[in-house]
């Protein structure tokens, strides 16, 4: 079974997830190694961040050994555009801390078609390169996706070109004023990329994901929910809040 934690609510566990964070580039520190972080946006890890900010600014946490790669962007998407994952990372996390903007991954939502596939094969070579992922951030949307790798994703999957289920959008729409703004494609790291995340934390809070939640964690692991992949690796966590932990039997 998955392990999974409960929190009283979001703001305790994500305060949790951010001190396992802060030892981990700490302890890496100590050795002189770098620690290599894959990071999600939406409002999930939002207050993570504001914790690792926190630590930054009282209490000298550097992150200055740390690298980062995102798990996806939209596509086509200007990077300086509003609703870009660029400027959701750099807005409420990198602008704040003193991170190498050289150590930033994000996938390039400007990338010519053409030249998607062999981008995304570099993306997977940079990660392996410095030894993979050392903690996997995720968060879960209604679809069950991670990452964006919605319904229909292979287990072995790995960076490239998607194309977002329609409750992804609808679930998106607010930010880009109408749902027939949201871009129908992106770019995100595959199941199979995560998967070789030494650590995986997959955060979930509000009643909005009980039921996804409730088939990630208790339900048949198939395609048509990704997240119950996560049920067949050894070095993943749920965090959740009261509220999204409220359908586990
Ligand atoms: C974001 C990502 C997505 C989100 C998911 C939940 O980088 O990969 O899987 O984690 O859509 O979004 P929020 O947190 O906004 O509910």
Redesign the pocket.
């Known amino acids: 079974k998955l392990p999974v934690t409960v929190y009283p609510n979001p703001e305790i566990a994500s305060i949790a997830v951010a001190h396992r964070i802060a030892s981990l580039i700490k302890n890496k520190q100590q050795k002189g190694e770098s620690a290599v972080l894959g ?8 207050r993570v961040y504001v914790e690792l900010i926190r630590m930054h600014k009282e209490e000298g946490l550097s992150f200055q050994n740390v690298i980062t790669f ?3 962007e939209y596509y086509p998407m200007q990077p300086d555009a509003e609703q870009s ?1 660029v400027s959701f990372m750099y807005n409420t996390f990198f602008d704040h801390i003193d991170i190498d903007k050289n150590n930033v991954h994000i996938p390039d939502g400007t990338i010519s078609k053409n030249e998607i596939h062999g981008y995304c094969l570099e993306y997977e070579r940079k990660i392996s390169a410095l030894g993979g992922l050392d903690l996997q951030l ?5 679809t069950g ?5 919605e319904p229909g994703s292979a287990p072995n999957s790995g960076t490239r070109l998607v194309t977002l289920d329609d409750l ?1 959008r609808r ?2 729409s607010r930010n880009f004023g109408g749902k027939e703004n949201v871009p129908t494609k992106a770019i ?1 790291m595959g199941v199979g990329t995560i998967f070789k995340a030494k650590e995986i934390i997959l ?3 509000n009643s ?2 009980a039921d996804i939640v409730k088939k990630a964690v208790e339900g048949p692991i198939t395609a048509e929910v990704p997240a119950t992949y996560l049920q067949l690796s050894d070095n993943v966590e749920f965090v959740l809040d009261t509220e999204s932990s409220s359908a586990l039997t």
């Open positions: 990071l999600a946006t939406g409002s999930t890890p939002h995102n798990l996806d994952y995720l968060g879960i949307g209604r996706h991670i990452g964006f790798n992804t679930d998106a995100t955060m979930a809070w909005t994901k």
